[in-house]
C-alpha cells in the first residue's frame, strides 16, 4: 500500500521562500500525478497543483506563479517550492496521489503544518 | 472562495440517512466528473466517491454519490458515530485550469 510523507519547515519568514518534501513509499512514482493541496486553520481544502511522473505540470492561477512543483522520480520524490509567502500561506500543506488525470486523489500524506511568521 | 457550494453543517441520528449536495456550473461539475471526500478530526481527508459514483475498494456501500447536470449529492445512510466529519466535494473548473474543493460540510450524528 503506498504512503506519502510530507517533509519541511514548520516555520518560514515572510517574503521568504517555502520548500516542502513528498516521499512515496510502497509504490512507484510513475504514471501517476502528484498534487499538493493546502487548508489553512479552521478552513477548507485548496488545490496547489500537480505534477505528472513525465514532468508535466498544472497549477492553480490564484496562486499568480508562486508556486513551482518538481518530481525526482529516482529518489520516489516530487517537491514544492512556494515564493513569497505572507501569513495567508499558513496551512497543513497535504500531498497526495491520483491515477488519472481529473484527480481522484486516492492516497494522502499525514499533512505538515506550515506558519508563516517573523 | 469556492465556486462548490455545500451545506455548512447536516445532522442526523445514528442509522439515520443524510445528504450533501454540492452545487457548481456547467464549467465545473456540469462538464466534469465529481470526487468526495471525508475528513475525520485532525487527520487528512480520504477518497469516498470518485467519477461521480464510483467507490475506492474499502469504501463501505453506505456512502453513495450521483451527479445531474450542474449539482452532485452524497448520500450516507445508516449513520454512525464514526461518520461525524467533514466531506468535501471536488471537480475540476473552467476548462480544466483549476481543480476546486467544495465549501465543506460537517456532519453531526446526534
Known amino acids: 500500500q503506498v504512503q506519502l510523507q510530507e517533509s519541511g519547515p514548520g516555520l518560514v519568514k515572510p517574503s521568504e521562500t517555502l520548500f516542502l518534501t513528498c516521499t512515496v513509499s510502497g509504490g512507484s512514482i510513475s504514471n501517476k500525478y502528484w498534487s499538493w493541496i493546502r487548508q489553512p486553520p479552521g478552513k477548507g481544502l485548496d488545490w496547489i497543483g500537480y505534477i505528472y511522473f513525465s514532468g508535466s505540470t498544472n497549477y492553480n492561477p490564484s496562486l499568480k506563479s508562486r508556486a513551482t512543483i518538481s518530481v525526482d522520480a529516482s529518489r520516489n520524490q516530487f517537491s514544492l517550492r512556494l515564493s513569497s509567502v505572507t501569513a495567508a500561506d499558513t496551512a497543513v500543506y497535504y500531498c497526495a496521489r491520483s491515477s488519472s488525470w481529473y484527480l481522484n486523489l486516492d492516497s494522502w500524506g499525514q499533512g505538515t503544518p506550515v506558519t508563516v511568521s517573523s | 472562495q469556492s465556486v462548490l457550494t455545500q451545506p455548512p453543517s447536516v445532522s442526523a441520528a445514528p442509522g439515520q440517512k443524510v445528504t450533501i449536495s454540492c452545487s457548481g456550473s456547467s464549467s465545473n461539475i456540469g462538464n466534469n466528473y465529481v470526487s468526495w471526500y471525508q475528513q475525520l478530526p485532525g487527520t487528512a481527508p480520504k477518497l469516498l466517491i470518485y467519477?461521480?459514483?464510483k467507490r475506492p475498494s474499502g469504501i463501505p456501500d453506505r456512502f453513495t454519490g450521483s451527479k445531474s447536470g450542474t449539482s452532485a449529492t452524497l448520500g450516507i445512510t445508516g449513520l454512525q458515530t464514526g461518520d461525524e466529519a467533514d466531506y468535501y466535494c471536488?471537480?475540476?473548473?473552467?476548462?480544466?485550469?483549476?481543480?476546486?474543493f467544495g465549501t465543506g460540510t460537517k456532519v453531526t450524528v446526534l
Open positions: 467519477e461521480n459514483n
Open positions: 471536488g471537480s475540476w473548473a473552467g476548462s480544466l485550469t483549476t481543480y476546486v
